[in-house]
């Protein structure tokens, strides 16, 4: 059964760094992507990566601070986050959709229907 988990979510100081783990067992072909979830706030893109090449998209407000990468013998993609701050305290989504949604910028959250059950991320001293 196809399916997607989330780990390694928790509480860091700002400055720190998390590295979050995405199993993505059954999705093969499919782009790839992390979305967040702030209290109060909609569910925001914050990179995918394509199934086609592997090409990394990352939204601004991460760029330079978050990697994103494939482990493809482990069915796996991870997000390195690097610089935290507190505006990146959030529930962490992976999430999987065809149809090159990721290369073509199809961002928004109704485009993808593969959702894992995220995993919290809190950034604070």
């Known amino acids: 059964q196809s399916q997607l988990v989330e780990s390694g979510g928790g509480l860091v100081q700002p400055g720190g760094s998390l590295r979050l783990s995405c199993a993505d067992s059954g999705f093969d072909y499919y782009d790839i992507g992390w979305f967040r979830q702030a209290p109060g706030k909609e569910r925001e893109a914050v990179s995918c990566?394509?199934?086609?090449?592997?090409?990394?998209y990352y939204a601004e407000s991460v760029k330079g601070r978050f990697t994103m990468s494939r482990d493809s013998a482990k069915n796996t993609v991870y997000l390195q986050m690097n610089s935290l701050r507190p505006e990146d305290t959030a529930v962490y989504f992976c999430?999987?959709?065809?149809?090159?949604?990721?290369?073509?910028?199809?961002?928004?959250?109704?485009?993808?229907?593969?959702w894992g059950q995220g995993t919290q991320v809190t950034v604070s001293s």
């Open positions: 990566i394509s199934s086609n090449d592997d090409s990394v």
């Open positions: 999430a999987a959709e065809l149809d090159y949604v990721c290369s073509t910028y199809r961002w928004g959250t109704d485009e993808w229907n593969h």
